[in-house]
């Protein structure tokens, strides 16, 4: 989100802190305007080439997202059998779907070739023959693409870069060589796509530019070879703004690079955007519980928490952090500003200048609509927060706060014991 709109307290014309008395805390808000800006914005630099554009699900998997992204016109990238569901009952069509990840079990090929999946993204040579083995079992021909690891480093941090050698992704060139020669050996899979993702948060275009080089340089040698390619599928992983100084790449910038390195390329193009198209319309909004003086530091007690928004435990990520309302008059006071939750981890940021603030106060934390509560949990007994999606000065909850029944939904206590 602009930084501008965290500091008036309106979202899309939505007053934040009315939003956040109406619905409880802590609430996650996107704006549907936001969101589509980004996708339109990419669709526009795209215009004129036969390209697709696969939203990452697991950036942020609401229904009211992925139905946003379906009336725009959008695929999606999906990595389980649980976001082929969501996806497909969002209303994105099947042929607009690609099915990456590096541990698709049986059942769940089972489920993307049942529903008609447009390409599974086949990351080992083991994959590639479950595939085939399901595809004939089921007299169908599976579309794949092979996962490429272009051996780039993406300067991003290391626990989201996936295009080095020693990472679990993809297969070398060399490797993919070997299928596209063997080809024989899987007749019901059509084997004729390339993939890759080199990380994501790539704020550089330098290893963007060296990827697609390689990619398209492999792509080269296999028509040569007579291997015609129906789509190229580029990744995701443009980066945004979490903090000042951090300029995201500009979408005609990135799609110049893909339009030169895939020149004269006859198939589709697909992208995998996850985070640029989602992290920025969002916000989480938080109350403050306590202001603790601590023995060497000053604690902002929130009432967020990391199983709210992991990323700063996991990532030591920066995401920015505003006092809502009226700050005239307040000086600035460093805070660690924490959760409630029982470890040192849970922790947002550590001795942030925020204005003086008071147990009640309404806090927003930045560029939380990717990855913020695809990747939330219940640890602690926390209920799953509240979603709102803000459009044309309206909003509506998106995913309700979650009960405590709902949050034990299929516990129970030991009773019906059985051997296995
Ligand atoms: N395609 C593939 C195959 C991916 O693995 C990913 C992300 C994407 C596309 C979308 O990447 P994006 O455009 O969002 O950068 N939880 C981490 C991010 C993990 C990304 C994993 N893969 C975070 O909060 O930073």
């Given at each position: 989100m602009a930084p501008a709109l965290l500091q008036q307290p309106l979202l899309d014309g939505i007053d934040l802190v009315a939003l956040a008395a109406a619905e409880g805390t802590p609430l996650h808000v996107y704006s549907a305007p936001a969101i589509r800006e980004r996708l339109r914005g990419l669709q526009r630099a795209l215009e004129g080439l036969d390209a697709l554009i696969c939203y990452a699900v697991k950036a942020n998997s609401n229904q009211a997202v992925l139905a946003l992204m379906a009336a725009e016109g959008a695929g999606a990238d999906i990595v389980s059998a649980g976001e082929l569901w969501r996806s497909l009952r969002a209303g994105i069509p099947a042929d607009r779907i690609v099915f990456s990840g590096v541990g698709k079990s049986a059942e769940e090929i089972v489920q993307g070739l049942d529903a008609g999946v447009a390409r599974f993204n086949v990351e080992s040579r083991a994959e590639l023959e479950l595939l085939q083995a399901i595809a004939a079992q089921r007299g169908t021909t599976a579309r794949a693409a092979v996962r490429i690891n272009?051996?780039?480093?993406?300067?991003?941090?290391a626990k989201i870069s996936?295009?080095?050698?020693?990472?679990?992704f993809g297969v070398s060139i060399a490797e993919a060589r070997t299928w596209f020669e063997g080809q024989a050996a899987w007749?019901?899979?059509?084997?004729?796509g390339l993939h890759m993702h080199i990380g994501?948060?790539?704020?550089?275009?330098a290893p963007i530019r060296q990827a697609l080089q390689r990619l398209a340089a492999f792509w080269r040698e296999l028509e040569a070879a007579g291997h015609r390619l129906a789509s190229i599928d580029v990744g995701g992983g443009l980066g945004v703004r979490y903090r000042e100084g951090e300029q995201p790449l500009d979408p005609v910038d990135y799609v110049a690079q893909i339009r030169a390195a895939l020149q004269g390329f006859q198939g589709r193009i697909v992208l995998e955007p996850g985070r640029y198209l989602v992290a920025e319309a969002g916000v989480l909004l938080t109350r403050v519980l306590r202001v603790k003086q601590g023995e060497q530091r000053n604690f902002l007690v929130l009432d967020a928490a990391m199983n709210d928004l992991l990323r700063p435990s996991l990532y030591d990520a920066w995401h920015d952090i505003l006092r809502l309302g009226d700050n005239g008059g307040r000086e600035a006071v460093a805070y660690d500003v924490v959760g409630?939750?029982?470890?040192?981890?849970?922790?947002?940021?550590?001795?942030r200048p925020l204005p003086r603030c008071e147990a009640g106060d309404l806090v927003a934390i930045g560029?939380?609509?990717?990855y913020g509560a695809s990747m939330a949990s219940t640890y602690n007994s926390r209920p799953l927060a509240a979603e709102v999606l803000v459009d044309g000065g309206r909003y509506a909850v998106v995913r309700r706060r979650q009960t405590y029944d709902e949050m034990i939904a299929g516990e129970q206590p030991a009773g019906d014991w059985r051997t296995p």
């Open positions: 272009p051996d780039v480093d993406a300067l991003t941090h996936t295009g080095k050698a020693e990472n679990k007749p019901d899979v059509r084997l004729d994501s948060q790539l704020l550089d275009m409630p939750v029982c470890e040192t981890g849970d922790t947002f940021a550590v001795g560029a939380t609509g990717a």
